[in-house]
T-cell receptor, first 111, second 117 residues
Framework: AQSVAQPEDQVNVAEGNPLTVKCTYSVSGNPYLFWYVQYPNRGLQFLLK??????LVKGSYGFEAEFNKSQTSFHLKKPSALVSYSALYFC?????????FGAGTRLTVNP | DTGVSQNPRHKITKRGQNVTFRCDPI?????LYWYRQTLGQGPEFLTY????????KSRLLSDRFSAERPKGSFSTLEIQRTEQGDSAMYLC???????????????FGPGTRLTVL
């Protein structure tokens, strides 16, 4: 079965510094990978997805993610963090029937 | 706003009562999904509709849970004889047809937070 893991429960960065939120995957077949962000009391907002093609995927709000097949990773990145990015970030992989989400990483950007 | 909407946003009920949630997907989307999210976890898939047909159901969807999408537009999720373990956020998502099932993007609603006392 397809699965993703987010090895860090929490990530803290200073405003203006680059941020990385990590995700590793385990799939049989082609990986279809997604990143979502969730603000308090809100639903999930789609950031970006990897289906095929260029390993560097660009998405909403200037976020990007790098697909690395050899390391089975799909880390989310942003060159410069803002306090408003503080939220819960979920990596997900599509299975035939559903979307499998990681447990989430809480990103805190400190002013 | 043309996003996915869910009602109610919050529901508090007593154990043993029945509850029903509604989801209105984005109007041109014919795929609709229900998920459950408990505190500190990612969403877990419950069920999937293609138009009015319920095509997939998770093992998480016990006999007390039922979902419908009678006209292929809005959907309802009913939980009968609620238990404290049903307390969670229930999320609805929709996606357009035209892309493969595994590659389409799901757009989520704000969720319904259920508290069972």
């Amino acid at each position: 079965a397809q699965s993703v893991a987010q090895p860090e429960d929490q990530v803290n960065v200073a405003e203006g510094n680059p941020l990385t939120v990590k995700c590793t995957y385990s799939v049989s077949g082609n990986p279809y990978l997604f990143w979502y962000v969730q603000y308090p009391n809100r639903g999930l907002q789609f950031l970006l997805k990897y289906i095929t093609g260029d390993n560097l995927v660009k998405g909403s709000y200037g976020f990007e993610a790098e697909f690395n097949k050899s390391q089975t990773s799909f880390h989310l990145k942003k060159p410069s963090a803002l306090v408003s990015y503080s939220a819960l970030y979920f990596c997900a992989v599509r299975d035939l029937s559903d979307m499998r989400f990681g447990a989430g990483t809480r990103l805190t950007v400190n002013p | 706003d043309t996003g996915v909407s869910q009602n109610p946003r919050h529901k508090i009920t007593k154990r043993g009562q029945n509850v029903t949630f509604r989801c209105d997907p984005i109007s041109e989307h014919n795929r609709l999904y229900w998920y459950r999210q408990t505190l500190g976890q990612g969403p877990e898939f419950l069920t999937y509709f293609q138009n009015e047909a319920q095509l997939e159901k998770s093992r998480l969807l016990s006999d007390r849970f039922s979902a419908e999408r009678p006209k292929g537009s809005f959907s309802t999720l009913e939980i009968q004889r609620t238990e404290q373990g049903d307390s969670a956020m229930y999320l609805c998502a929709s996606s357009p047809s035209g892309l493969g099932r595994s590659t389409d993007t799901q757009y989520f609603g704000p969720g319904t937070r259920l508290t069972v006392l």
